[in-house]
């Protein structure tokens, strides 16, 4: 793992600290509040407090828009940007990647249920409308789907991460086809998305959560580095004819998904989106 160029003073990392931990305490009566009430209210809340929370660690978004890439297939179609529900799709680095996501785009996360136990963070994903999935419990999965395949109909956004793991940041893993499934069921496209961290113009693996790292040496290694940005490059959304047998769409769109995405993790020159 790369160690961080820039390093933020004491003070600075201190302050980072304290702000992180304000927001987070400060959510959990709103998470309530929002738990109560309508998916609009739940998404405002969510993306309000993921952009404090983003802002007090210290870190800029840089939110991009990536060209179509459909690999030739003849079975899927790039689309058009629009209204309803969509399965937002990426590479997972770190435990930061759904606060990002969640801080410029209106949607609900999908998260392994562990997290649903943690004191606090537990609440506050909860507040916000994530959806849980069990990855231990091959027998759950289909509700879990079904679930996901649910709030895509009722016109949500759902962000899901299908390697199922968090890698450096530097390399990705293959993309599991099951979540898929939700967006062929409800007939809606999927959107890729990359992420990638960086200080200054270098690469950062610094933010990345894998192995046996823990959550707070994660967390402070975050805090102290000095200028970092993440780059989160939004691509076209795809999707398969209706009546495409659905293992064979399942390993399409997973397939062009990760091409996607992988091509934008190498590299990323698109254009930025307005702001």
């Known amino acids: ?25 400060s959510g959990i009566p709103l998470a309530l509040v929002a738990r109560l009430s309508g998916t609009a209210v739940r998404k405002r809340f969510t993306m309000a407090w993921s952009r404090m929370l983003i802002r007090a660690l210290g870190i800029k978004i ?10 030739g297939s003849l079975e899927a179609r790039a689309v058009p940007e629009g209204e309803g529900g969509t399965l937002l799709v990426g590479n997972h680095i770190s435990w930061l990647d759904p606060i990002v996501i969640a801080a410029i785009t209106p949607c609900r996360l999908l998260a392994k249920s562990e997290i649903a136990e943690w004191p606090i963070i537990g609440a506050l994903a909860t507040g916000g409308g994530a959806l849980f999935i069990d990855r231990n419990r091959l027998s759950a999965l289909p509700q879990a789907i079904d679930a996901v395949a649910a709030a895509l109909r009722d016109g949500d956004t759902v962000c899901a991460f299908p390697e199922g793991t968090t890698w450096c940041g530097r390399e990705m893993g293959t993309f599991r086809r099951a979540v898929f499934q939700a967006a062929i069921d409800a007939g809606v496209p999927v959107r890729p998305m990359a992420l990638r961290f960086r200080q200054g113009e270098e690469l950062s693996t610094g933010p990345s959560y894998v192995g046996d790292d ?18 989160v490059t939004f691509f076209p959304g795809v999707q398969v004819p209706r009546g495409c047998e659905p293992r064979r769409a399942r390993k399409t769109l997973a397939r062009i998904a990760e091409a996607q995405v992988r091509a934008g993790v190498v590299e990323t020159r698109p254009q930025s989106l307005a702001a």
């Open 214 to 231: 823990s959550l707070i040496a994660s967390i402070m290694r975050v805090v102290a580095i000095k200028g970092l940005v993440v780059e």
């Open 62 to 71: 840089e939110a991009r828009r990536g060209f179509a890439f459909v690999g």
């Open 1 to 25: 793992m790369d160690q961080p160029g820039a390093v933020a003073g004491p003070l600075r990392r201190a302050a980072r600290v304290l702000g992180a931990l304000a927001v987070i305490v």
